[in-house]
C-alpha cells in the first residue's frame, strides 16, 4: 500500500531564493512586467496635453498641429516593421528597438520645444512624433505577443488585460508627470522621452517565449490580475474627479502617484503567490513502495523488472519527422483549416482578414474620429469648458473597462458556451452607431452619455479583433498579421475624421462666417457653433458604422461551425505531451502495474 507523507513548507533562505529565482524565470513574472511595460506606453494618448506647446513654441498654425497629430496617429498604429522583426528575432529585439524610437523621438520634440535646437521644419516634427509614437507599436508587439503565445488557452483574457493597461498609461503617466514635474507641460514631453525607454530597458530580458503548460487554476489568477487593474481603474478615476475640482500640491500628487506605483506592483504579489503554490506542487512525495525483497541487478533475475515504453506509435513519430513546413511564398491560395498557423499571405489573401480589415476601418474609424474631435463636439454644442475634459477622461476610463469587457466577458461565453466572438465584435459596432447618432442629433445632455458608448465600444473592438485573428490564422505569425489589421484604423481615422469630418466641419464654419457678415482673413482659425457643425459628419460615420456591422456579420455565419468545435483543442494535445507506459513486474510477472506518465 503506498503511503504519501506531506510535510509541514518551511521557508528557509534557500527555499526563498529558490523561489525569487522561480518567479522571476517564470511564466507570471513575464505578464507581470507586460503590465509595466504597457503601462506606460500610452503616450499618443496625451497629445492634447502637450500639443499647445508644440503649437506656440513653434508659431504652428492649426492646420500645421492637425498634419502632426495625424503623423502620431499613423505612427501608433502603422506597427507592421514590429510585426515583421519580431517573427525573426526575440522579444527583447522588438522591445530595444521601441526603446530607443520611443527616446529619440520624443526627445527631439522636447528640445524643439524648448528652444535647444534650431526651430525644425515641419516635416522634421512629423518624423519625430511619428517614430515616438510607432515606439507603442514595438512595445506593444515585444510584450503583447509574446503573452498570448505563453498562454494561447486563455488569450482572450490576455488581451483583454493588456489591451486595459494601455488604455490607462495616458492616467497613469499623468499622475506621475504631475508628481515629478507638477506644471510643467514641456518637461511632460521629457517625462514620455525616458520613462518608457527605461523600464522596457530594465526588463528588456525577462519577456521572452516559454513553454506552453496550462494549469488548472489558469484563469483564476487572470481575475486576480482583473482585480488589481480595477483597483487601479477606480484610483485613477477617484483622483481625476478629485484633481478637477481641489487643487493639489506637489507633495499631495507625488502621494497620489506613491499609491498608482503601489498599486500597480500589487499584481507581483498575486505571481508570488502562484509561483509559491507551484514550488510546492513540485517538491518530491515520499512513497512507501510496494513490498519488495530483494531487487537484484541481474539482467536474468525477474524478482523485479521496470521497463518504460512510448505509448506513441512509431508512424506518429515517423510523420512527424517528415512534416515540412509551408515557406511563406507557398499555397497561398490554399490554406489549411481554421485555427490552423496560416502563413502571412495566406491570411492576407483570406476573405476572412478581408473582413476584418473592412470592419477596423468603418468601427475604429468612427470611434477614433469621435475621439478626437470630443473637445470640439463639446465647444460647439455648447457644453461648459470644465466639462470637456470629463469627456476624455470619461472615454479613456470606458476605454479600459472595454477592453476588460471584451476579453473576460468573450473569453467566459467562448468556453461555456461556445458563443463566437464574431457575434460580440458585429454587436459592439451596432452599439457604437448609438454613441454616433447622440452626438448627430445633439440630443440635450447626450454627450455623457456618447463619451462612455463611444469609449467603451473603442475600448472593446480592437481586442475582439486581435483574438479572432489569432484563432482563425494561428499564432506563428500573429505578430505581423494583427499590426496589419491595425492599419485599418489610421485609413478609417483619415477618411472619416480628415476627409468627411474637418471638411464638413469647415464648411459649416464658413457658411456661418459669411451669414454673420465676417469675412475671415488668411490664417485665421475656423470656428463653427451649433449642432449643424457635425450633425451631418456623424450620420455619415453612422452609416459606415453600420456597413462595418453588416460586413462583420458576414464573417459571422462563415465562422459559426469552427466556434462550435474545440478551437484550442491543438494546445490541450500540448499540455498532455508524450506519454510513458511504466510497467513493473513484480515475482516473475504474477502482478503487473502500468500508470500512464505524462512528459
Given amino acids: 500500500m503506498a503511503v504519501r507523507a506531506k510535510s509541514v513548507p518551511h521557508m528557509s533562505m534557500s527555499d526563498m531564493k529558490g523561489l525569487t529565482i522561480q518567479v522571476i524565470t517564470g511564466r507570471w513574472f513575464v505578464v507581470f512586467v507586460s503590465f509595466i511595460i504597457l503601462s506606460v506606453s500610452g503616450a499618443t494618448y496625451m497629445f492634447g496635453l502637450y500639443s499647445n506647446d508644440i503649437k506656440t513654441s513653434l508659431g504652428y498654425d492649426q492646420t500645421t498641429l492637425n498634419l502632426i497629430s495625424f503623423f502620431k496617429d499613423l505612427g501608433a498604429n502603422v506597427g507592421v516593421l514590429s510585426g515583421l522583426i519580431n517573427e525573426i528575432t526575440s522579444p527583447w529585439v522588438v522591445l530595444a528597438i521601441g526603446s530607443v524610437l520611443n527616446f529619440f523621438g520624443y526627445f527631439m520634440i522636447w528640445l524643439a520645444v524648448t ?24 512595445a506593444n508587439t515585444g510584450s503583447f505577443v509574446t503573452c498570448v503565445k505563453n498562454f494561447p488557452q486563455t488569450r482572450g483574457v490576455v488581451i483583454g488585460l493588456l489591451k486595459g493597461y494601455v488604455g490607462l498609461s495616458g492616467a497613469i503617466i499623468t499622475q506621475l508627470y504631475f508628481a515629478f514635474y507638477y506644471n510643467d507641460t514641456k518637461d511632460l514631453i521629457l517625462l514620455i522621452a525616458w520613462l518608457p525607454a527605461a523600464i522596457s530597458f530594465v526588463f528588456i530580458r525577462i519577456v521572452r517565449y516559454m513553454k506552453v ?10 481575475y486576480k490580475f482583473l482585480y488589481t487593474s480595477l483597483g487601479l481603474a477606480g484610483f485613477l478615476l477617484i483622483m481625476i474627479i478629485v484633481q478637477r475640482k481641489v487643487p493639489f500640491t506637489q507633495s499631495e500628487y507625488g502621494v497620489s502617484a506613491a499609491v498608482v506605483l503601489l498599486l500597480l506592483f500589487l499584481p507581483l504579489v498575486v505571481v508570488f503567490c502562484e509561483q509559491f503554490k507551484i514550488q510546492q506542487s513540485q517538491n518530491p512525495v515520499f512513497v512507501d513502495p510496494l513490498p519488495v525483497e530483494t531487487v537484484s541487478e541481474d539482467k536474468n533475475d525477474k524478482s523485479y523488472s521496470l521497463s518504460l515504453a512510448p505509448t506513441s506509435n512509431s508512424d506518429d513519430a515517423r510523420d512527424s519527422t517528415e512534416v515540412q513546413e509551408t515557406r511563406w511564398w507557398q499555397n497561398i491560395f490554399s490554406p489549411p483549416e481554421r485555427g490552423e498557423d496560416y502563413t502571412i499571405l495566406q491570411a492576407l489573401f483570406s476573405i476572412d482578414m478581408l473582413i476584418l480589415f473592412i470592419a477596423s ?29 470629463t469627456f476624455v477622461s470619461l472615454v479613456s476610463i470606458w476605454g479600459y473597462l472595454g477592453r476588460i469587457f471584451s476579453g473576460f466577458v468573450s473569453e467566459h461565453l467562448l468556453t461555456k458556451y461556445k458563443f463566437p466572438r464574431t457575434i460580440l465584435l458585429s454587436m459592439t459596432l451596432i452599439v457604437s452607431c448609438a454613441g454616433h447618432l447622440l452626438i448627430a442629433f445633439d440630443v440635450p445632455n447626450g454627450l455623457y452619455v456618447a463619451s462612455v458608448i463611444i469609449g467603451f465600444c473603442f475600448g472593446a473592438q480592437m481586442p475582439l479583433v486581435f483574438a479572432i485573428i489569432s484563432e482563425l490564422f494561428g499564432l506563428k505569425y500573429f505578430a505581423t498579421l494583427y499590426n496589419l489589421v491595425g492599419v485599418g484604423s489610421p485609413i478609417g481615422l483619415y477618411l472619416l475624421n480628415v476627409m468627411v469630418t474637418g471638411h464638413l466641419y469647415d464648411k459649416e464654419a464658413k457658411r456661418q462666417s459669411l451669414s454673420n457678415g465676417v469675412e475671415r482673413r488668411i490664417g485665421q482659425e475656423l470656428n463653427c457653433v451649433g449642432a449643424n457643425c457635425f450633425k451631418l459628419s456623424f450620420f455619415i460615420i453612422t452609416a459606415a458604422t453600420c456597413f462595418g456591422a453588416i460586413i462583420s456579420l458576414i464573417l459571422v455565419a462563415r465562422t459559426l461551425e ?6 484550442y483543442k491543438r494546445y490541450k494535445k500540448q499540455d498532455e505531451g508524450p506519454k510513458t507506459e511504466m510497467l513493473v513486474v513484480l515475482n516473475g510477472g504474477d502482478r503487473k502495474q502500468k500508470p500512464k506518465v505524462g512528459m
Fill in 361 to 389: 476601418i468603418c468601427g475604429c474609424g468612427g470611434t477614433l474620429t469621435a475621439m478626437d474631435n470630443m473637445g470640439q463636439i463639446g465647444t460647439s454644442l455648447g457644453y461648459p469648458k470644465e466639462n470637456i475634459s
Fill in 115 to 138: 528652444g535647444r535646437i534650431a526651430k525644425p521644419q515641419v516635416w522634421h516634427m512629423c518624423l519625430y512624433i511619428y517614430l515616438g509614437a510607432n515606439s507603442q507599436t514595438f
Fill in 213 to 222: 503548460t496550462h494549469q488548472p487554476n489558469e484563469l483564476s489568477v487572470f
Fill in 562 to 567: 469552427f466556434y462550435k468545435s474545440d478551437i
